[in-house]
Every structure is written in C-alpha cells, then in structure tokens.
C-alpha cells in the first residue's frame, strides 16, 4: 500500500517549533520499514512546498507533493500535520482510498478553547474519514471522539527518536557547546551542585493554551527557593513575553521571591537543546491532560533533571503528581541535591522509555502495521504479497 501523511509547510519553518512536524517525519520512517508499504509521501497544505531546513527528504527517500499530485499517488491518506480539504477526502474516499486522522493534539481542549477564548482555529468536517487514531496521552477522551468523527477510534503508540536533538547537538558542539547535564558543569562541581550556588531551572511551557503553562512550574521553583536557598540558583521562564504585560502573569510573577530577588529572567521561544547549553542546567515542567510531549524526551536525552507531573513518565525525571507544587518543590530540591550522583540510575530509567518509544522497535512498527492491515481489509491494496 501507498502512504500519505499531511504536513503544513509556512515562512520561517522550523522543526523546534513543536512536536508534531518531528511526530509525522518518525511516523513516515516507521511505514518505511514495513513490508507492506511500497511508498511514503508528505502532503503539502501549506504555502512553501518545502519542507523545514533540518529535514532532508531526499535522504529519506520521502516525496513532497500538493493534495493535486498526490492523488493518484496514495491509497491510505493520513491527516497530521495539517488539514486536507474535506472535499479531496470525500472525492478520494469515493475512489476506494482509506482515510484516517491521526490526533496528536489534545482533542477537548482543540474542541473548546478556540470557542471560548476567540482563538483562531481551522474546523473542519467532522465525519471526512474512515478511522481516529489517538495517542494514550487521550485515552479517556476516546468516546467523545468516537461520536464527533462517527467512526472508530484507535490507541496508537506514542513514538519518538532521538535524531533530531543529535543532530541539533552537532551543531552547538561546533560552536564550542555541549548539551546535558553531565557535559554541562565542570569537573569539580558535577559532584556537588548545591555547594555552586543551585540549579538553574528553565520552564519551556508554550503559555498558549491552559494544558502546558508556566504558573504550576513558577511556583514550584519559588517554593523550593523558600525552602533552600542554594537549590535554585536561576529561574528562566520561556515563552513568556507575550504574556509580560498582562494584570495575571504580573501578579503572579511579583509575588515570588526569585522575582523580587532578581534570579528570575522571562524569554521569548527557544529551542531546549539551543538554551539548555547555554542557561540552564534543569527542567521543571507542568501539563494538564497531556502528558507525552517531546520535550521530555530532548530533556531526558540529555540527562537533565527532568522535574514533571506526566504519569506516563512516572519511572523517570523526578515526578510530582497533578497541581502539587509543593512535592514539586521538594522533587527539585531533591534533583539539586542528588542528581549528579545519581545519574547512572537516572540515565537507566531513561533509556527504558527510549525503548518503549523507538519507532523502529518491534513492538511498535508491529503495532502500526496491523493497524494498516485492519483499515485496508477487503481493498484492492490489502494484498501484502503486492507491496513487497
């Protein structure tokens, strides 16, 4: 069978700008590695019919095509990484093609928020495919999907590879810098960060929707600079000058004692493994309802404590449950004070989730495969023997 997976290209593209144009390049190497996929393609919805500089696709043996060219070009469409006109699902599904959206957003709150907060938002028809797929991080939104798009839903599993963060590492080590935490302090003060003066803690949250915010990480870092002074040595909070101005962040922001003592410093958006070289040596991150981001993953690649409330990581980083700021607190003064010594069984628990989100294990590429099988049976392009 033929694969096509929508991407939406636009100016000044870059792959750091969110999870999702990685999720879809991971997804297309996974098929490649399939018996039964005799090619993948990317369907441009976009405006510059290119793909982001860091993504080579001629390397990948992967095309780049418009909904126009690709249609006779596919035989299961997956909508991903940008919306496909319904009416080119409608017409391409009257032919015999499959067609599935695969969710990697969270889905209630993509439902709700635009509404209530007059944000923009494309939506499009609801019933334009045969089959969701979503990822566990949305298991219980699952029957809400499954009445909204009238089809099957289906659990996928969550992947991920580190290939981008090395090759973003390459460039920084040509420029004399060195990502994780290891590489990141000297020799002499590896072993003792507490006695240097602290942590210095960045909070990456995008502040763009109520799922991942800074307030739960802010309070955090406060509270365990109230509790130790030398276990906080910087909090640099990202993604934060659109919100400068604004009455709450204000308040909020003034009420902590790392502001009022000039140890806290408010960014624009920069890429983890780009600021994390050259400010901080922590990560202290916090989400609602959505707890497999790629950011975790960059973080832990670099052995970076990781202090975090996502369940689905809980064997690994240093892990506080729900808005408890305050074990939070005590999670970082623990990283502060331990993690150094502890980072062989830091780097182990790690590895273990790298395992389970390799796109090319087993397990995984098994997963996909049999999901592929199952919206395409009874179809003229069902016969494997064909697509060897």
């Not at 391409?92 to 990697?104: P, S």
């Not at 909204?148 to 839903?153: A, I, Q």
């Not at 999670?331 to 830091?346: F, I, K, P, S, V």
């Not at 796109?359 to 996909?368: E, M, T």
């Amino acid at each position: 069978m033929r694969i096509g997976i929508s991407v939406l290209s636009h100016h000044g593209q870059n792959i750091w700008q969110n999870g999702l144009g990685q999720n879809v390049i991971f997804l297309a190497e996974l098929f490649q590695r399939l018996p039964i996929v005799k090619s993948v393609l990317l369907i441009d919805v976009g405006d510059q019919g290119a793909m982001p500089p860091q993504v080579d696709l001629a390397s990948r043996n992967i095309r780049l095509m418009s909904a126009h060219e690709a249609a006779d070009e596919v035989d299961v469409i997956i909508e991903m990484g940008g919306a496909l006109d319904p009416q080119w699902l409608d017409l391409m599904r009257a032919r015999g093609k499959k067609v599935v959206f695969y969710c990697c957003g969270q889905p209630y709150v993509a439902l709700a928020e635009p509404a209530i907060f007059g944000k923009p938002a494309y939506a499009s028809r609801p019933d334009r495919c045969d089959e969701v797929w979503y990822l566990p991080k949305d298991v219980s939104l699952a029957p809400m999907m499954r009445l909204l798009h009238r089809c099957d839903t289906y659990e996928m599993p969550f992947i991920w590879h580190p290939q981008f963060v090395q090759r973003r590492m390459r460039e920084v080590e040509a420029l004399g810098l060195h990502y994780g935490y290891a590489m990141s302090r000297t020799k002499e003060d590896s072993t003792d960060t507490v006695a240097q003066g602290g942590l210095r803690v960045a909070i990456f949250e995008p502040n763009i929707s109520v799922v991942k915010t800074s307030s739960i990480p802010m309070l955090v870092c406060d509270e365990a600079y109230r509790n130790d002074r030398t276990a906080v040595a910087t909090m640099h909070v990202l993604n934060t000058l659109h919100l400068k101005d604004h009455p709450t962040m204000l308040h909020l922001a003034n009420s902590l004692d790392l502001v009022r003592e000039h140890r806290a410093t408010f960014h624009g958006r920069h890429d983890v493994v780009g600021f994390m070289v050259q400010h901080a040596d922590a990560i202290v991150s916090h989400q609602w309802q959505n707890e497999q981001n790629y950011s975790y993953l960059d973080a832990l690649y670099g052995d970076y404590p990781l202090i975090h409330n996502s369940p689905w990581l809980k064997e690994a980083g240093y892990y506080y449950h729900g808005f408890d700021a305050r074990e939070g607190a005590s999670q970082l003064q623990r990283a502060a004070q331990q993690h150094a010594t502890d980072l062989a069984d830091y780097r182990a628990r790690s590895q273990r989730v790298f395992d389970a989100v390799d796109p090319f294990s087993q397990r995984n590429l098994d997963a996909y495969a049999a999901r592929l099988l199952h919206i395409c049976r009874g179809t003229r392009f069902s016969d494997t023997a064909s697509c060897r």
